[in-house]
């Protein structure tokens, strides 16, 4: 993997709209002026709700969807670009591998279509399998795994030539919880490799625990991008969890901030920093045993309905 | 692209083919009919069943109540008339269509959602990987074909002892009739992305030009034969009080010519397959004619009787033609002649008398009462028997004598028959000390089994277009431009898929 600290993404101004001919000029804009850097080693969420424009841009960085308009990148090429290309790995939505290979045969035939050697590819197979649990069915065909079984190993697929950048559209479709567990496992052991991985899904709850950098996209164009802190900014409430909690603990926090409310090993107040250090004090003066005392953030799916419920006053998102 | 990533696609198309149920069952289908091929042995005199029972063919004749002509080598006969219906019926047509149906989804299913996004970010163009694609429709194809042509040609060789190697080229045409409907299905499946699509617009297109090239073969064999001309003529005569008329059936007869000429030169000659086949068959085995008489189309099929032609192989019968032993060791005085004469009287009739050409039972009598004088005179060692048998449209008359001495007597013949304008006599001279009676009937067996009466004195529009059909013909009857602009239409629908492909959005 080179180590140049150039972007590994680079997108400026990026425009895309479908549906247009000779005789239809006016078609459907899917991205409209989108500007993206992602740097080398990152976790990236894109998300957006459907018809946000994720997938299309993800294609457009691919090669695999043209007439686009602006400026694109990946690894420092034009999309399309074979030497790209073959850094890349794909787990597109919905994907469908060849019916008439086994697990093992589409590995071989990805890794090597990738433009990697064979020996190196038959190396990477069997370790790969077997992170994503399918060295048991690796010789069985296609047309005879599940919907899970397929997800596994359009994942490993992904890996198998060792990319540099891994395009990861809903990974965790059709996934049970162990495997949707062994995934993002995976995609932290990349992370950790250097490898940048672009996820695309719905499910905000993963999004947030795996990556580093999320952008929101509704309607072609980005709402807001930025590390997950910034995108789950601190909502001003405190949740403190105490070893015993008195009867009277409400009649006991007048005065110290507002909002209270009752938690299963404490409570949870509305206070500013300031107020923060007189609760503390007030607390212990009473004796009380403090175990833990966590600042309350906004979670990435209230941030996220917040955006588009904003952009689409009205409309669900 | 890397070795790797060919290697890849090599595997990914091979494992396509084979996983392919239809592909199985063409497998088994081909495998039913080359099996007879070991099983039944097609001999000279006999059809040998599973190596063990013998049937003679006159009782295969009064089975099946179809004569085997005397003319004819029966195993030969047989052997070519099983690998015809075999190759131009049953693979050459019902083989194709279920070949292509059996392959068009293969462009469409790797464009469908979920599949393209994966194949088509990978490292190879996108015409890479649709012409690798086609090419899995070749091996699929090929592969059948090299398991039915190469499976009965051994067959027939190992168990009937009948090597034709031209026959292998069918296997060659097999794939190229395929390889051009096959690009035009690839061409309706990136267009459409619909399998279902493909199949039909294609035996549509299959048809369609068979048709195309049928008519076109007419409308040249009446421009040929001034047919159409005639016809002109005719509504000139029926027109003739309506010169409106006359002007627009004209106007319609050339647009209807130009249309025809359109569609042909444009279209892939799937009909022409055949004719190619058969003559890159010839070209294998060097089987044109090893005489031939340009003027009447009588000709000798091969060397007969382990006899070389002396001279050349269409000669204009200024002088007798002549064959000699092939073995140099062989007795010098074998020989046979043959000596064409116009049957046209040579001289007036005496008056009353019509004029009469000249036939071959006629000249034949004439000719064994002269030999019947020269027994008389003691000149001949035994006397002349004369036969009769049909031989194609008119009889064969044979007069035998022997010439010499007990010690060293000559068998003698001379066959007469009549074809066209024009009487043929051959004369046969073996010395009898060189052969017993058995072997020199075989011999003159085999001499005239080789020879083969024109059929084609008015050839039909078909069989007309195959004489015309060949590798230095006129332009329009070339085998060369017919492969080439057959090729060219399968380039030019694999080069339109590929522009189609290059515009999609994924």
Redesign the interface.
Known sequence: MSQTTDPVVRVRDLHKV?GTSLFKRKGFPALRGVDLEVGRGQVFGLLGPNGAGKTTLV?VL??????WTGEATLLGKTPGD??S??R?G?L???????P??TGH?VM???????????NR?NAQIGPLLEKVNMTSSAHR?IREYSKGMQQRL?LA?ALVHEPDVVFLDEPTDGVDPVGRASIREMVLDMKARGVTVFINSHLLMEVELICDHVMIMDKGKILVQGSIDELTPRTGAVEVDLRETPEDLEEYLKGHGRGFSLRDKGFQLELNDDELDGLIDHLRARGLSILALTPRRLTLEQSFIGLIQEDQPGERP | M?A??L???F??SL??V???RVFRLLVILTICMVAPTFLIGFHDDHISLLWAWDYSYGELTSTLGVPIPPDVRPAEMLIKGVQTVVIEGLAGFAGIIFCIAATAFFVPRML??????????????RATLLLMRYVSGLLFVGVLSLVLVGGMYAGFAIVSGYTDTGFLWSAVTLVYLYAMLHAFSVLVGTITRSSVAAILVVLMLFMFSGCIHSAWIFKEYAQENAALELLRTEMREEGSGRAEGEEDEGWFLDSLSFTLNTFHYILPKTGDAKTITGMLREAVEGTGPALEDTEAHVVFKDHPGAMSLMGSSTPDFEDPVIWIPSDPDADARQKVFLTRRDRAPTEEPPPGERVRRLIASRVASAFDKELEAREERGELFEGPSKERAMFGPNQLIVVRWQEGSANDSLYRARFFFHFSDWLYEVDLTVPRNHMDDETYEKWENSFFRGLALGAQQFPGPIQWYEDEFGWSSPWKFNAFFSIGTSLAFAMFCLGLSVFRL?????
């Open positions: 479908f294609k691919l090669g695999l969807t043209k007439g074979p030497r290309r073959r890349v794909f597109p939505e919905d994907h469908r591998m060849p008439y290979l045969q071989r035939l990805f890794g090597m279509m990738s433009g990697a050697d064979s590819v065909k359009g697929q | 890397n790797s990533i290697r890849a696609l595997e990914d494992q396509q084979l996983d392919n469908e959602k979920g599949a393209a996004d994966t194949i088509f970010s990978k490292p190879v163009s290059n515009r999609y959005d994924f």
